[in-house]
């Protein structure tokens, strides 16, 4: 453990895996074979899930599943631990023979738990985006094994410890399957979740209020990805009601500070009522046709007006306190996990009305942040989930104001985007952390995009320097490249704008360790467009039976080469080859067309 955790932290040069995996493999289990018969065997099951914790806690799953948790359960049953899971009489009286009160029934409990977080990190390791269906299924099976320890532990309160971490790994693997389009099948265990903090007498504390409403907000989303938005607003009534519960029980016997209660308070009830705000913002202006015509005809007139000037701006200003609440409202009214970034629409035209609204959400959110940027109120912080903000704040976080970008880029809102990116950019190209810089990049290969995208609405010159489609910007050892490359392009030419956009996205994923951080959805679509593009132009020398050379030549294909070979090099870079068919595509066609020349 020691070598292992020395070897981590100092970023010394590890052995490959699978020799580290043997090593490892061979010590424990000699250690485990010579100490078992001279320990007392309380004192060995002890010592073999706590090896197992500390081997998780350093990333090695395999040496911890395979030589702990598992060696630990062998001990208990001679099958395969997975027969067990369907049947929850079978799986107590296989694990807990002595009933659950046993002094090892923590211990076991602990073991099955461990062993299912260790499957599904070995499953994320070798398939992140979880493509192949095999490893989907395990993570449905790792969710339901899960369900079972909780369902079997639930009503023993000293295992409270137990359902509190099992919420945790549900609420992580569910989060990740949500990612990916499967909301419908997860929200059975987000819900299981949800039910067993509220089962659980020492989780019903406020200590465990902020992570209750977590999981409150997490099952209401599913609702909405699965269109059904009105089940996700009940459930959010639903979580204020239990909220509201708890803090009557709280006034009459404080376990907190006043002021920390309140905060906890606060931020959960916040929660809810951005959920709720996420459909009432549409279904009112459904329900009120009337409001049609003053929002369609007065929208613009309205933005000189003081705030708030809209319906739905009134509405923000009744149902939330502060420009950290309103704005936070406004993104995940906005949010849809149907929508792609670098796939912008516009809303559906059959609805004027939900139009109106987007517009108006939109117009809010500038309002915010031009106003914020003028007091310097954009907060330099960095959160995954940004429903972590504290209620009633006057400011916005960093990541709230990209995302903002990002969202009106997808709606087509020309206006607010250009308008936003100027106030998001200047506040990020302040800041030194390369966090910030990442989101930078993301913006601006937006704003490289948008021209591409919509040619005929944008027609302005970019504003990149020409560097990047110079000689410093090409592939290090890209030396065959030269045949392909002019040492200029004219502006006019129709790859300029491309080649630009190839170089600029070459140059962030070659910078220090940015491009492992880069948003894969926009470095993804990115390459989809330049491939697209240069599929089309290059089509043209599959069919071409004359000389590839003198062909490349004739028709300027050598810069659509160019391109080619760039968003292989990017794609090879950044390690996302395994994320999309296409990309093996690129490469087989570079492969082909290089072959030719060297044979012409």
Known sequence: LGSLRRRRGTGEAEPPQRDRHRRGANTLFNIWIKYKSQLPEWYYNER??????????????KLALLHCYERYLEQLVSVNVDDFMDDVHRFKSTF???????????????????????????????????????????????????????????PQENLCWLIYNGTIHI??????????????????????????MESSIPLLSVHYLTWRATLYTAVSQCYFDCQAGIH????????????????????????LQKSEAEKIFKEATLKMSVMIFKRIVY???????????????????????????????????????????????????????????????????DEIEIRDVISELFFAGLEILSVLNKLLDIYIKNRENIFVITAGGK????????????????????????????????FLQAQDDPTWKRAEMELKLLTLMQPLLFPRKFEHVFSISEDNSKEDSTPQGSENMQTFKKSSLKHREPSH?????????????????????????????????????CKVELQQIQTSESDYIEYIHKYKAYQWVHILWI??????????????????????????????????
């Open 96 to 154: 807990f023979p002595n009933g659950l009160r046993d002094k090892n029934a923590a211990l076991t409990f602990h073991a099955l738990q461990a062993r299912n977080v260790c499957i599904y990190q070995m499953v994320c390791s070798s398939d992140r985006n979880l493509q192949n269906q095999k490893s989907l299924q395990t993570c449905f099976n790792v969710l339901t094994s899960l369900r079972l320890i909780m369902q079997v532990a639930l």
């Open 232 to 255: 996700g607003e009940i459930f959010a009534r639903r979580g204020l009601i239990k909220i509201g519960e708890l803090k009557q029980l709280e006034n009459t016997c404080s376990s």
């Open 48 to 61: 073999l899930v706590k090896v197992g914790d500390s081997l998780t806690q350093i990333k090695e799953y």
């Open 283 to 349: 279904e009112s202006r459904r329900k009120s046709k009337s409001s049609r015509r003053e929002s369609k005809g007065g929208l613009k007139k309205a933005l000189n007006l003081p705030w708030p000037r809209t319906i739905t701006e009134r509405l923000l200003v009744e149902m939330f306190d502060g420009a950290a609440a309103q704005f936070l409202a406004i993104l995940e009214a906005l949010s849809d996990s149907s929508r792609n970034v670098l796939h912008p629409h516009p809303p559906p035209p």
């Open 497 to 533: 704008n491309f080649t630009i956009l190839a170089t600029t996205v070459f140059s962030y994923v070659s910078t220090s360790k940015q491009s492992a951080h880069l948003d894969k959805e926009i470095l993804c679509g990115v390459i989809m467009c330049l491939w697209q593009k």
């Open 567 to 600: 968003i292989n090099e990017v794609i090879e870079k950044s390690r996302i080859a395994d994320t999309n068919v296409m990309f093996a595509e690129i490469t087989l066609r570079l492969t082909e067309i290089l072959e030719n020349v060297a044979d012409s």
């Open 395 to 426: 400011g916005v976080s960093g990541d709230a104001a990209v995302k903002f970008v990002k969202l009106a880029f997808s709606y087509e809102e020309w206006e607010v985007f250009d308008s936003a990116i100027e106030v998001v950019v200047n």
């Open 171 to 196: 609420y992580t693997i569910c989060r990740h399957l949500m990612m990916i389009g499967q909301s419908a099948k997860v929200l059975e265990y987000l819900l299981w979740a949800s039910i067993c």
